[in-house]
């Protein structure tokens, strides 16, 4: 059974930082690409970082230098270092994993029960 098991969400203030971590198992960790994903209420869920299996990274505009995404490949862990938290970082962070496509033409996605971010004085 595929689980992510993500953790380290919480109430933060304003300028403040938070790491949060994701454990997989049931998956071969080693050829998944990470991501993490964040949703605020009323609004898309949108793509904060990912990792690919040879640790390539990429960032949205607004996180450039303040978030940080790593892979522990020992330990089959994704982590998202954040620091200056704003307001507007507030959301339910999920993490996911996607897989190479198969011969088949299906490529796996998987999702972790997501951890709530709030960033208030």
């Known amino acids: 059974q595929v689980q992510l098991v993500e953790s380290g969400g919480g109430l933060v203030q304003p300028g403040g930082s938070l790491r949060l971590s994701c454990t997989a198992s049931g998956i071969s960790f080693s050829f998944y690409t990470m991501g993490w994903y964040r949703q605020a209420p009323g609004k898309q869920r949108e793509l904060v970082p990912a990792i690919t299996a040879g640790g390539t990274t990429n960032y949205a505009d607004s996180m450039k230098g303040r978030f940080t995404i790593s892979r522990d490949h020992a330990n089959s862990t994704v982590s998202l270092q954040m620091n200056s938290l704003e307001s507007e970082d507030t959301a339910v962070y999920y993490c996911?994993?996607?897989?190479?496509?198969?011969?088949?033409?299906?490529?796996?996605?998987?999702w972790g029960q997501g951890t709530q971010v709030t960033v208030s004085s």
């Open positions: 996911n994993a996607n897989g190479p496509r198969t011969l088949g033409g299906v490529r796996y996605d998987y």
